[in-house]
């Protein structure tokens, strides 16, 4: 390695030129909504580009103090939090025989949970439709919306947790079992502490997808059901005239998912690292 690409730390400036790049690229739509929320619509309007000149902070306090918002607000965050819950359990309740148990067709199983990965809600759109309102009476609720997202975040739960379950030295089960623990008593007080960093990943993985989500709940919920990134787009079309609140309402919007993320970032790596190890 030459002098030149250690003084970047082990890469060379091309690869430092596209990371900047890429970076620039991600933020940038997100700083420029978060400042265009702090002008006014004749600031954007005659330079959409320049910074605020003066800061106008009435958009953001208008988005705070709207009803819907929070009403959007609460949905999101139910849902979510349902969501994870479910995703994480059951993904780790399935993960566990197969990263502890010897059984005929253990690895035909685990294939279908990776195949799993391959199969976008967005092709099951109109039977999760049919299933949830028809079968179910689920239609325009949190569990209608959160159990097909839990169902569609169980793959890549049960691809990453299964590997942190694996590494978990047989000794220590054994021991154990003579001190005489049970199966469950392994999984719930053995097992799940030992596999925390998977946890923590997987869940803020399902809780961020579903944050996100926009399908799903367009075809399930109406009215006072609907979740934020649907209020966005109900904002953006009743005030389409209003950019800058508009872009508030968008920033807002996206700040818990972000904040947490980020707030995660670093178990986040060390999980998905610990699941590739494994």
């Known amino acids: 390695m030459t002098a030149r690409a250690k003084s970047f730390g082990g890469g060379g400036p091309l690869v430092y030129g596209i990371a900047l790049v890429t970076v620039a690229i991600t933020l940038g739509p997100v700083i420029y909504g978060a400042l265009g929320g702090f002008r006014s619509n004749e600031q954007i309007a005659r330079d959409p580009a320049s910074l605020p000149d003066p800061w106008v902070f009435s958009n953001y306090t208008a988005v705070l103090t709207n009803e819907a918002f929070w009403r959007y607000a609460v949905n999101s965050t139910v849902i979510a939090v349902v969501t994870t819950v479910v995703a994480v359990l059951l993904g780790v309740m399935a993960a566990y025989p197969l990263a502890r148990?010897?059984?005929?067709?253990?690895?035909?199983?685990?294939?279908?949970?990776?195949?799993?990965?391959?199969?976008?809600?967005?092709?099951?759109?109109?039977?999760?439709?049919?299933?949830?309102?028809?079968?179910?009476?689920?239609?325009?609720?949190?569990?209608?919306?959160?159990?097909?997202?839990?169902?569609?975040?169980?793959?890549?739960?049960?691809?990453?947790?299964?590997?942190?379950?694996?590494?978990?030295?047989?000794?220590?089960?054994?021991?154990?079992?003579?001190?005489?623990?049970?199966?469950?008593?392994?999984?719930?007080?053995?097992?799940?502490?030992?596999?925390?960093?998977?946890?923590?990943?997987?869940?803020?993985?399902?809780?961020?997808?579903?944050?996100?989500?926009?399908?799903l709940p367009l075809l399930l919920l109406q009215d006072d059901m609907r979740t934020l990134p649907l209020g966005v787009a109900d904002y953006s079309t009743e005030h389409s005239a209003d950019t800058a609140g508009v872009l508030a309402f968008t920033t807002i919007a996206m700040i818990p998912a972000l904040v947490m993320f980020l707030a995660m970032q670093r178990r986040i790596v060390s999980g998905l690292q610990g699941a590739v190890k494994g």
């Open 101 to 215: 148990y010897d059984f005929r067709g253990r690895e035909a199983l685990f294939t279908v949970f990776v195949l799993g990965l391959l199969f976008p809600a967005a092709v099951a759109i109109i039977p999760l439709f049919i299933l949830v309102t028809r079968d179910l009476s689920l239609g325009n609720t949190w569990w209608g919306v959160a159990l097909p997202q839990a169902a569609f975040a169980l793959p890549l739960t049960v691809v990453i947790l299964r590997p942190f379950l694996m590494a978990i030295p047989r000794e220590l089960e054994e021991a154990a079992l003579i001190d005489g623990a049970s199966r469950v008593g392994i999984f719930w007080w053995l097992a799940l502490p030992l596999s925390i960093p998977g946890l923590v990943t997987v869940g803020v993985l399902a809780f961020v997808a579903s944050w996100n989500a926009y399908l």
